[in-house]
């Protein structure tokens, strides 16, 4: 197979250049693509319409075999877009939707629950979570598994909505400790908010972990290199680019749609998560 496999990453061009999760799943998709003859082609696109707009292109023009589409989103219209264009596509994320598309799923809910564990494991009873946009199907399936985790363990569950960008994630993260009870722990979705938060909050005097615990998801060099390393949740993005990678050459083959799982999540231990503080109290005269 010659040919292109197109990804449209809608957003702003510096937000998405500094996501490292992006990289490494665009690497994993060509360790499987490039010996077919194949490559992917990365476009930033500012919105939706405009991502629209390319695939119509592209299908026109024959300049892709298929597309690879990501961040899902509640009532998402570009699967029956694409169905309509008759462009071949694979989705990475749950779809709800009428169109036939074989995607790969990862275990989102399962992720944060696991997070929530580990937490209560550690004494936390309030925990923070500064997530991406409310609108993408994985952020409420990660909403979910927080809050069903928190239910199940007596550990109360504070979020605030962000955007994925550093100052985004560092804004929220003062949110949440302004808060009444303030969290012991904060999870954040990705690896670029919690690092900028980190630096944000012990430039302010604020001890990591001593007094608050922080968790990323998405491991990646930005977790290893910040002062404490930061723990993370770690879904082999590399591999989940793999798995996309072969279903791309599954649907071009002509086989039939279907879900795949992807990578398993394991959590990546480092400095910047300990124990619950203890909590002071009163002494008795």
Request: hydrophobic share 60%; aromatic share 0%; charged share 15%.
């Given at each position: 197979m010659n040919g292109l496999i197109g990804l449209v990453l809608s957003g702003?061009?510096?937000r998405v250049g500094v996501e490292p999760f992006f990289m490494e799943l665009v690497a994993g998709m060509e360790e499987v693509l490039t010996p077919t003859g194949a490559s992917v082609l990365l476009l930033v696109s500012p919105d939706v319409r405009s991502e629209l707009a390319t695939y119509r292109r592209w299908t026109a023009e024959k300049m892709v075999e298929a597309v690879v589409v990501v961040n899902l989103v509640h009532g998402d219209t570009r699967p029956a877009r694409l169905a309509k264009l008759g462009l071949p596509a694979v989705l990475a994320g749950r779809y709800a939707g009428p169109e036939p598309f074989t995607s790969v799923v990862t275990d989102d809910a399962g992720a944060m629950s696991a997070a929530v564990e580990?937490?209560?494991s550690l004494g936390h009873r309030v925990v923070g979570r500064v997530t991406g946009p409310a609108?993408?199907?994985h952020?409420?399936?990660r909403t979910a598994g927080m809050r069903e985790a928190g239910d199940r363990l007596g550990v109360e569950v504070r979020i605030v909505e962000a955007d994925y960008t550093a100052e985004a994630g560092a804004r929220a993260a003062r949110e949440l400790l302004a808060g009444?009870?303030?969290p012991t722990a904060v999870v954040f979705d990705n690896d670029?908010?919690?690092a900028a938060a980190e630096e944000d909050l012990v430039r302010a005097g604020v001890r990591v972990p001593a007094e608050v615990s922080l968790l990323a998801c998405d491991d990646s060099a930005l977790c290893e290199l910040a002062i404490p390393p930061l723990s993370a949740m770690n879904i082999d993005v590399h591999e989940h680019g793999v798995t996309i990678g072969r279903a791309v050459l599954?649907?071009?083959s002509g086989a039939p749609r279907r879900e795949h799982?992807?990578?398993a999540m394991r959590i990546q231990l480092r400095g910047s998560t300990a124990r619950a503080p203890r909590v002071a109290t009163p002494s008795r005269k």
């Open positions: 702003a061009a510096p580990l937490l209560a609108e993408l199907v952020t409420a399936e009444s009870p303030k670029v908010m919690a599954e649907v071009l799982a992807g990578p």
